[in-house]
């Protein structure tokens, strides 16, 4: 018997596995650094270089090899690194993170705590004994020592070996560390680090973060009640962050701490310190202002050099505020309806293109991410000078150094993706080997705009359906459905998951609705207040226009599932509109905003404390709708999960049984906010289809494909 794809999909962590990720090139183009595992099952990380000249690849460090055993990913992890792979949704092991020094030549990395060094040009790899445990190693970018965190300090190592602390250990509580990120902006403000050296090797800005003002979590395992239960600062919405400053370590002892009014920016969002200078990016409580400041880095004095405000909230955006030379500043704003690129504040980007990311700049030219506002399911590469880099249909994201450019490119005609290493501005050129497997189902996928609001939805159909057999099918939406997240693209591999529960006698509809990316500012800022009510309307907007064009749609059994945001829609959906959705599976849900961090949640609803915020709070909290729910739902939770923690589920489930409300409720042992767990994830999905049958009616059977 062929295997599953629920296991194949299990297996290969959704086909990630054997893929190059962390593709970074050279200054000078001459090498493509990446990570790579040796199959599409295999976790595990090793380093490779690709040499553009030569077309070769080769591997320069493996970690099976570097630490003797046949499975790195049996050692315990650190909780410093823990925490990184879970705020980074990683599930690999390994190498699962590197650092070069500027020229690209030399590479650190951390493997179990360890300390590894690699010479990229010769190809060789070896362990630096040091005071461990080791997290985040980062060579200067003269290559001539290495830092790194080890527990709550700072510390710097010769290439001897010897090291020293540079700054620590923290306060005898342990609520103070240097030089890592704090919660909020590894998981809300694309910062996944703690400390930048200077250009000549001889300090370093570190973050300083003192966790005692944040509230207290107790995360237990219940399964294993002979085990501590685990307490970890979260940030709940309205309750106090951390306190986070920057401070200037010399090696030579000298330090000053980097002066800006924290008080009204809190937020530090942004540090870039290269040859043009060093620059800092700070961010007001309620989000609506930033400021852009570069730093004196004798005095820790700053001077503003950009700034923004918003009446809703200035957006984060990848790879900006940079220096781009010359003094000057290049920035991202919302202005005109779209989110546009800004040099000194003349606009360099124009009126119909929603950056999402910048993937390079220069004195000359600005690489960057866009989507064209017509067709929000395909990414592009953009250039200031040159206009649309990528011609072909999908998604497409860029790794720049010198000359080359490699070019991640994925469509809806192929599994997987392709990394192409273009050199001069070539518009193909050698490919970087995957080893992705190949998925045993192909999506039976319609993209479509549904509605007045023209909404972003793929319909898919059981494999070798015709969209003309009107055939009832009962229906199936697959929304994530909320801000930051895309479901519907123009890519193979995101619809997977969907095509195998139409494969099993659904109709699947996705669609992203107002609050989703790419559709410019008033689209994202419809959400303001209200996480609840438009997100839902496009759901079901998209619905009943789909089965307009689709007659198969069985509008008597419609079911919902959804993980993270999505599941607080499902649950939404069934608890607010049991006329439309008939089942619902809701899985890691918010059901309270207040237990939801900071950074996130007021963003989108403001400061709870307040009369006003109360009554948004209580608008948008599932809590109250309890005594509401007609139709069966499914509650899946990880109870290991520091980001949407149990207490989301177990409240609900708790204010349903006080209702006389049935209802479901899985728990998984051991399991954070994702579901890595091979046999986990298998049988999550089994389960699921299993609750679809029981719930929409008896004709529907549970698949063993």
């Known amino acids: 018997m062929s295997e599953s794809f629920p296991r194949q999909y299990a297996r290969t962590q959704r086909f990630t596995l054997g893929e190059p990720r962390d593709v970074r090139v050279s200054p000078d183009g001459a090498r493509v650094v990446f990570l790579r595992s040796s199959a599409g099952d295999d976790p595990v990380n090793a380093l490779w270089v690709f040499d553009v000249a030569t077309g070769e690849e080769r591997r320069v460090a493996d970690p099976r090899e570097l630490l003797g055993v046949d499975d790195p990913s049996t050692v315990e992890l650190t909780d410093a690194e823990r925490a990184r792979r ?23 990395f951390a493997v179990n705590g360890e300390l590894f060094t690699a010479d990229l040009v010769e190809g060789a790899a070896q362990h630096l004994p040091v005071d461990g445990p080791v997290h985040d190693p980062r060579p200067a970018p003269t290559s001539e020592r290495i830092a790194y965190v080890g527990g709550s300090s700072l510390r710097v190592a010769e290439l001897d070996g010897t090291s020293r602390v540079l700054a620590g250990p923290g306060d005898p509580d342990g609520n103070v560390s240097w030089g890592g990120a704090d919660f909020i902006a590894a998981e809300e ?33 219940p399964a294993n009640p002979d085990r501590p239960p685990r307490t970890v600062r979260y940030p709940l919405a309205g309750s106090d962050n951390p306190t986070v400053s920057l401070h200037l370590l ?16 809190p937020y530090l969002a942004v540090v870039e310190w290269s040859q043009h200078g060093l620059l800092i990016s700070t961010q007001s409580r ?28 200035v957006e984060n955006v990848p790879g900006v505020p940079r220096l781009v030379g010359g003094g000057r500043v290049l920035t991202a704003s919302d202005r005109d309806g779209m989110r546009r690129l800004f040099v000194d504040g003349a606009a360099v980007t124009p009126t119909e293109l929603q950056v999402r990311a910048v993937a ?10 866009a989507n064209e506002l017509e067709d929000p399911t395909e990414l592009h590469i953009w250039s200031s000078t040159r206009g649309r880099v990528t011609d072909a249909p999908g998604s497409h994201t860029a790794a720049i150094g010198g000359a080359t450019m490699v070019v991640r490119s994925a469509d809806l005609s192929l599994p997987g993706a392709r990394h192409a290493v273009r050199v001069d501005g070539a518009v193909d050129g050698s490919l970087l080997a995957s080893h992705a497997e190949t998925p045993s189902i192909v999506p039976n996928v319609t993209l479509l705009r549904a509605g007045e609001r023209s909404l972003a939805t793929a319909v898919l159909l059981p494999t070798g359906r015709d969209r003309d057999d009107d055939t009832p099918l009962p229906v199936l939406l697959d929304p994530y459905g909320g801000p930051h997240a895309q479901r519907v693209t123009s890519v193979h591999n995101a619809h997977l998951s969907s095509q195998w529960f139409a494969d099993q006698g659904y109709a699947v509809v996705v669609s992203d ?27 079901i ?25 999505g599941g607080y829609l499902a649950a939404l959906a069934v608890l607010r509109r049991p006329d439309v959705f008939h089942a619902a599976i809701a899985g890691a849900p918010v059901t309270e905003w207040r237990l939801y961090d900071t950074h996130y949640t007021e963003r989108y609803l403001g400061d709870p404390n307040t009369d006003e915020g109360a009554a948004v709070y209580d608008a948008n909290s599932l809590l109250p709708l309890a005594g ?78």
């Open 86 to 108: 879970e705020r980074a949704r990683d599930g690999t092991s390994g190498i699962t993170g590197y650092a070069t020094d500027e020229s690209c030549r030399f590479a650190t």
């Open 189 to 221: 403000m694309h910062r996944m680090r703690g400390y930048w050296w200077s250009p000549d090797g001889q300090s370093i800005a570190a973050c300083r973060v003192d966790d005692e003002p944040v509230s207290e979590l107790t995360i237990a395992d």
């Open 250 to 265: 010399g090696l030579d002892g000298s330090r000053c701490e980097v002066d800006w009014d924290r008080e009204a920016f």
């Open 286 to 313: 309620d989000q609506r202002r930033t400021s852009t400041m570069t730093v004196d880095p004798a005095t820790g004095s700053v001077t503003e050099v950009a700034s923004d405000d918003d009446e809703s909230w």
């Open 360 to 369: 390079n700049a220069t004195e000359d030219e600005i690489i960057f991410l």
């Open 513 to 539: 609705g107002r609050g989703t990316p790419g559709r410019g500012a008033a689209w994202e800022r419809s959400v303001r207040d209200d996480l609840a009510n438009p997100p839902l309307d496009d759901q």
């Open 541 to 565: 907007d998209a619905l009943h226009a789909t089965a307009e064009e689709f007659p198969m749609l069985d509008l008597d059994r419609v079911a919902i599932r959804g993980w993270s945001f």
């Open 628 to 705: 509401d729910l007609r139709r069966p739902l499914l509650l899946i939770h990880g109870l290991a999960d520091d980001n949407v923690v149990a207490a989301h589920t177990l409240q609900l489930s708790s204010a349903l049984l006080a209702a006389g409300r049935p209802h479901e409720v899985l728990p998984l042992v051991g399991v954070t906010h994702m579901t890595p767990q091979e046999v986990v994830a298998e049988n999550l999905l089994r389960h699921q289809l299993d609750f679809l049958a029981r719930s929409l009616g008896p004709d529907l059977e549970t698949s063993t494909t």
